[in-house]
């Protein structure tokens, strides 16, 4: 099992060879151990004058020295203790080593001499961090700066080995993970991320942002959108109007009417009467009617014409 968590943990990018120590001399201390890696801690200056101690975790017994003699079996060699120098390790950490650790004291007639706890926390560390920058509108430049693993990460920046002050940021503060700098803000930067068993930072040259060029950009694109859609538009109007308007021919077919007019005169004498008989025949020949599209010529005159006689009597 702890083969498989090693693979994991190796495919992940989690360094197996990161090694914290603590002092766990002190009763509550919090201690922390790297995801895959060693905590040593320290928990007592000599074991010459204790006769006998014991480790437990939680309930559980890991430790159980008597004389400088271990009486409990230490499985794969995960907790080892090192009665020379007082140092307890446990190696390869996993999740389920989280918790507290109590190590309890005896004088030689087995009698309790003291007890003291510490609490294990056990942490990914951080394994790689990306800074990405861009422009603004304005001349701001946003900063992100993520991390990759790492429980609890923690954010701190500086520009030029020294911390950002207020003066030089827009927004967001120094302990977050995304920052926006003022304008005419260039130099160094640097990004650190650390949790209690790792520190990794990340570092980038910044130079100052052209200012306005994105709103020039943006007004002309957006002049010439509009432009566009007025000439659009005007043309549309144009050759709706023309197609609505009547040509000259048609305007001419809808309001001209014209006629055919020949004029007859007879004149007669008449033996017995002194008069002179004037007839005069009017005939109107065809009157042409064209619809507003096409002219026809009627096939028959007799059904669109008009005739009339008139007889003037002197």
Not at 6 to 32: A, F, I, K, S
Not at 44 to 63: A, C, G, N, V, W
Not at 120 to 149: D, T, Y
Not at 260 to 269: F, L, M, N, S, W
Request: net charge neutral; hydrophobic share 35%; aromatic share 6%.
């Amino acid at each position: 099992m702890e083969a498989v968590v090693g693979l994991l943990l190796l495919l992940c990018g989690v360094p197996r060879d990161v090694e914290t120590h603590c002092d766990g001399r002190q009763d509550g201390v919090q201690c922390y151990g790297a995801l895959g890696g060693t905590v040593d801690i320290q928990l007592m200056d000599s074991t010459s004058e204790i006769p006998r101690y014991h480790l437990l975790k939680d309930s559980s017994k890991i430790l159980d020295v008597k004389h400088n003699k271990s009486l409990h079996d230490t499985t794969e060699n995960k907790f080892l203790f090192f009665p020379s120098n007082g140092k307890f390790r446990i190696s390869s950490l996993n999740r389920k080593d989280h918790g507290n650790y109590t190590l309890q004291t005896f004088d030689s007639d087995g009698r309790a001499s003291g007890e003291r706890t510490l609490c294990i926390f056990v942490q990914a560390p951080v394994s790689s961090v990306l800074l990405v920058s861009e422009c603004l509108s304005q001349g701001e430049m946003r900063v992100s700066c993520s991390s990759e693993g790492g429980d609890s990460p923690q954010y701190s920046w500086t520009l030029d080995g020294r911390t950002l002050t207020d003066a030089e940021l827009l927004s967001g503060n120094k302990e977050t993970n995304i920052i926006t700098l003022k304008q005419h803000v260039s130099g160094r930067l640097v990004c650190s991320v650390r949790n209690n068993v790792s520190n990794v930072f990340k570092e980038e040259k910044i130079s100052i942002c052209e200012a306005g060029i994105l709103p020039v950009i943006c007004g002309v694109l957006s002049a010439l959108v509009i432009f566009l859609t007025v000439a659009a538009a005007v043309i549309c109007a144009q050759r709706k109007k023309q197609k609505n308007t009547p040509t000259k021919d048609e305007e001419d077919g809808q309001q001209i009417m014209y006629s055919d007019v020949r004029v007859k005169k007879k004149k007669e004498q008449k033996k017995m009467e002194k008069r002179v008989e004037v007839e005069a025949e009017v005939e109107y020949g065809q009157v042409l009617v064209k619809s507003s599209r096409r002219s026809r010529r009627t096939e028959q005159a007799g059904d669109d014409c008009l005739y009339v006689n008139i007889h003037k009597i002197r």
